[in-house]
T-cell receptor, first 114, second 117 residues
Framework: QQQVKQSPQSLIVQKGGISIINCAYE??????FPWYQQFPGKGPALLIA?????SEKKEGRFTISFNKSAKQFSLHIMDSQPGDSATYFC?????????????FGQGTTLQVKP | GAVVSQHPSRVICKSGTSVKIECRSL??????MFWYRQFPKQSLMLMAT?????????EQGVEKDKFLINHASLTLSTLTVTSAHPEDSSFYIC?????????????FGPGTRLLVL
């Protein structure tokens, strides 16, 4: 019940296309859902995060769509660029009464072809 | 923005020696810090949660006597890998939780690559 399942494992997109990564969770106590971007040999960097009181959040080319009833959320990268090529991790955390421990998905390696 | 640093970025040591990794929050106070390890092409695995001034909470299966964590101040946490062995070779990453208004945000350090020969 603590798992966050992420798909696909890898993704290849043409420059200018839309990259879509999906995550699903089971624990209804989760109420914070961030996405992290990681380049090889570097630590993860927070991209965008959402709370379950909204169904969508957009920051620049990055959008999170959130479906509370389905317990799913996804990251959309619009106008994908070669510089977006990285590994993306979704995560979830129950904020209430919690130290903020994040449960990470398995990761998606994105390659954007020029 | 919030910055977390780690030192060293890379360390090579002989089997049986101990290695200390430092994690610092540079421009904010972190009441809680987290330590992760990551194997190649895998996700981050939480090892322990470190709270300033108290004992760390270790995840199931993580040996607390092998991975010593000290959170001596609101800006510094250290991870010491004691009697390191080749199987401890990994990428160790810390994160710090901003205890301010954006309390849920975790900021990650750049990671430390440990190679045990």
């Amino acid at each position: 019940q603590q798992q966050v399942k992420q798909s696909p494992q890898s993704l290849i997109v043409q420059k200018g296309g839309i990259s879509i990564i999906n995550c699903a969770y089971e624990n209804t106590a989760f109420d914070y859902f961030p996405w992290y971007q990681q380049f090889p040999g570097k630590g993860p960097a927070l991209l965008i995060a959402i709370r379950p009181d909204v169904s969508e959040k957009k920051e620049g080319r990055f959008t999170i769509s959130f479906n509370k009833s389905a317990k799913q959320f996804s990251l959309h990268i619009m106008d994908s660029q070669p510089g977006d090529s990285a590994t993306y991790f979704c995560a979830a955390s129950p904020l209430s009464g919690n130290t903020g421990k994040l449960i990470f998905g398995q990761g998606t390696t994105l390659q954007v072809k020029p | 923005g919030a910055v977390v640093s780690q030192h060293p970025s890379r360390v090579i040591c002989k089997s049986g020696t101990s290695v200390k990794i430092e994690c610092r929050s540079l421009d904010f106070q972190a009441t809680t810090m987290f330590w992760y390890r990551q194997f190649p092409k895998q996700s981050l695995m939480l090892m322990a949660t470190s709270n300033e001034g108290s004992k760390a909470t270790y995840e199931q299966g993580v040996e607390k006597d092998k991975f010593l964590i000290n959170h001596a101040s609101l800006t510094l946490s250290t991870l010491t890998v004691t009697s390191a062995h080749p199987e401890d070779s990994s990428f160790y990453i810390c994160s710090a939780r901003d205890g301010g208004l954006a309390g849920e945000t975790q900021y990650f350090g750049p990671g430390t690559r440990l190679l045990v020969l």
